[in-house]
């Protein structure tokens, strides 16, 4: 394929996992100074301030720990997307480290890439690669995000863990045919090229009826602090998932 067509088929794939996740490809110098997208080239405090006070504004009754979870999962959630989709239906990389993503309100949902270039390899090259790229892009949120409040490490490494083994459990969704051996192998893969500790593999438990992988969140993402709402299905804090 041409490298155009890769690029197709990861906004088209994009689209298919969730309509929010509408990709483009526009080249860096067609990109304004005035441009109020999320970029690593530029400071962005402001606008993630911005985007914590409109969670907060949404579910006051919330609290704190619930608004900086739901920011920083908000923030996360389109690279690791991207990620999982260039490395299983790809099989290339684009660089998503310099990607741009729309603040929308009380959400991120859009995603622009600026270079047309390419990374080819195996999948575990790929995973290496990427976990570097997305390494540097979290670590400047997170020097943004301390701007203006505490933001530790130990937490956001929790919660990344929690997303990339999700996005495991959804590769299975889609292909059942994977096995559980396969993806647990490529689960260490992500976890060890982020440098994070092989003991969140424990979060991914056979099910007993459907023989398939099932996870259990080592984080709670709070949601259930918000009127109306109750705790997530895979919550470490759902009776169902107490050992």
Same mark, same amino acid.
């Given at each position: 394929?041409?490298?155009?067509?890769?690029?197709?088929?990861?906004?088209?794939?994009?689209?298919?996992?969730? @309509?929010?996740?509408?990709?483009?490809?526009?080249?860096?110098?067609?990109?304004?100074?005035?441009?109020?997208? /999320? $970029?690593?080239?530029?400071?962005?405090?402001?606008?993630?301030?911005?985007?914590?006070?409109?969670?907060? %504004?949404?579910? +006051?009754?919330?609290? $704190?720990? %619930?608004?900086?979870?739901?920011?920083? =999962?908000?923030?996360?959630? &389109? @690279?690791?997307?991207?990620?999982?989709?260039?490395?299983?239906?790809?099989?290339?990389?684009?660089?998503?480290?310099?990607?741009? &993503?729309?603040?929308?309100?009380?959400? #991120?949902?859009?995603?622009?890439?600026?270079?047309?270039? *390419?990374?080819?390899?195996?999948?575990?090259? *790929?995973?290496?690669?990427?976990?570097?790229?997305?390494?540097?892009?979290?670590?400047?949120?997170?020097? =943004?995000?301390?701007?203006?409040?505490?933001?530790?490490?130990?937490?956001?490494?929790?919660? /990344?863990?929690?997303?990339? /083994?999700?996005?495991? #459990?959804?590769?299975?969704?889609?292909?059942?045919?994977?096995?559980?051996?396969? *993806?647990?192998?490529?689960?260490?893969?992500?976890?060890?090229?982020?440098?994070?500790?092989?003991?969140?593999?424990?979060?991914?438990?056979?099910? #007993? $009826?459907?023989?398939?992988?099932?996870? #259990?969140?080592?984080?709670? !993402? /709070?949601?259930?602090?918000?009127?109306?709402?109750?705790?997530?299905?895979? !919550? @470490?804090?759902? +009776?169902?998932?107490?050992?």
């Amino acid at each position: 394929m041409q490298n155009n067509e890769y690029f197709e088929l990861l906004f088209t794939s994009s689209k298919q996992i969730t @309509p929010y996740l509408s990709g483009s490809l526009i080249s860096k110098f067609e990109v304004g100074d005035a441009d109020s997208r /999320l $970029n690593i080239s530029k400071n962005n405090s402001a606008q993630i301030k911005a985007l914590y006070e409109n969670v907060s %504004y949404m579910s +006051p009754e919330a609290g $704190n720990a %619930y608004w900086l979870t739901r920011t920083w =999962d908000l923030l996360c959630w &389109q @690279p690791i997307y991207i990620a999982f989709i260039s490395v299983y239906q790809l099989n290339a990389l684009p660089n998503i480290k310099d990607m741009s &993503q729309e603040i929308k309100t009380d959400f #991120v949902s859009g995603y622009t890439l600026h270079h047309s270039d *390419l990374t080819f390899g195996s999948n575990e090259d *790929l995973i290496s690669s990427v976990a570097q790229q997305l390494s540097e892009l979290f670590s400047s949120y997170r020097e =943004d995000i301390s701007q203006w409040t505490r933001i530790r490490p130990g937490f956001t490494n929790h919660l /990344l863990a929690d997303g990339l /083994l999700n996005c495991i #459990v959804k590769l299975q969704a889609n292909w059942p045919t994977l096995s559980n051996e396969y *993806l647990l192998e490529q689960a260490k893969l992500w976890l060890e090229a982020f440098s994070l500790p092989n003991k969140h593999l424990s979060s991914l438990q056979i099910d #007993v $009826n459907t023989k398939q992988l099932r996870l #259990v969140r080592t984080s709670c !993402c /709070l949601v259930y602090k918000c009127d109306g709402r109750k705790l997530c299905p895979d !919550c @470490p804090r759902h +009776p169902d998932n107490k050992r």
